[in-house]
């Protein structure tokens, strides 16, 4: 663990008691807090070692194993401690207080916490051995998690947003790697599931709902980037319109670019201009919807002038003809 005092690591992994390690703060709390970032009214943290930025933060449904010390203010001896703690989030197997400052964790990650007594032993306390309104400093380290699949999920709850939202979310992930390597099927297919599943949730906010619609956005956008790729522009408008319709016909500068291009593959391109032009309004200084411009009407013009050209020749034969 991360000693604040000495700025350097403890080895946990020797044979020294892991509960024996002395508080590395001893002074006040509130001025603990100063040096840390606000979590809520109830938590104050302190990152020691950055987790994996590839991986998300605890779920609300995992099983998670944890290391952690705790001390209460002014006192050197952890009150509690365990070299290897596992739990299922969201199942009340710990002090909530705990459990809410591993949701903000990734694997890997070691951080402080200061916790109000109000997520602890409330007021009151415990006495003799836990004083009212006490307040403490948790030392944690996030180990690893694995998230808890639908089948250990109530049936009655599998279609809730916060059992359904993670899903998606991974889904849509691995339909980006899937992009990448230029493996547009198993793309679709991602994104397709996620979508469903999305859309057959059921929210309990207005916040969920928000939610929801970004991703979905994120996903159909994904799916027109697919579409395109497989010269299937007639798919790309169809998803378009659930877009226009999630967004409020505000649709983002990304899903107007992959329009245009849709629009310009069947030849509409006066409607692909516009779709560029929109997207320009919402990112002025892109170069590629600039480059797309420029091409669009260079074709414009091209179509316009082999236009003229085969009218001059249809009237030129007619004059012929009369004479």
Known sequence: ?????????????????????????????????????????????????????????????????????????????????????????????????????????????QADFVISNELLFGELGAPPHIKPKADALFQVEVIDYSPIPDNEIPKEERDKFYVVFPQAKDLYKEGKIWVKRLRYPNAVTAFQKAIKSLKNCRMANVEEERQQTDLLILLSLGLMICYNSKKKPKWTCNVMK??????????????????????????????????????????????????????????????????????????TRFNTADD
Do not use: C
Request: hydrophobic letters at 30%; charged letters at 35%.
């Open 1 to 109: 663990m991360w000693d604040m005092n000495e700025q350097k690591y403890y080895d946990d992994d020797k044979d020294a008691d892991y509960g024996a390690v002395a508080s590395p703060w001893t002074g006040s709390l509130d001025n603990l807090r100063t040096l840390m970032s606000r979590i809520d009214e109830n938590i104050y943290k302190g990152t020691t070692r950055e987790g994996h930025e590839e991986r998300d933060p605890v779920p609300e449904k995992a099983r998670v194993s944890i290391r952690y010390r705790a001390y209460w203010e002014g006192e050197e001896a952890a009150f509690e401690s365990a070299k290897l703690q596992e739990f299922e989030t969201g199942g009340d197997m710990v002090l909530k207080g705990l459990e809410a400052a591993v949701r903000t964790m990734r694997p890997y990650e």
């Open 242 to 315: 659930d877009i226009r319709r999630l967004s409020g016909n505000n649709p983002p500068w990304r899903t107007l670019f992959q329009e245009g291009r849709a629009l310009a593959e069947l030849g509409e391109y006066e409607r692909a201009r516009k779709a560029y032009l929109e997207a320009q309004k919402k990112q002025p200084d892109n170069e590629y919807i600039k480059d797309e411009l420029f091409s669009i009407s260079k074709r414009m013009n091209n179509l316009e002038k082999a236009r003229q050209e085969l009218w001059e020749r249809s009237m």
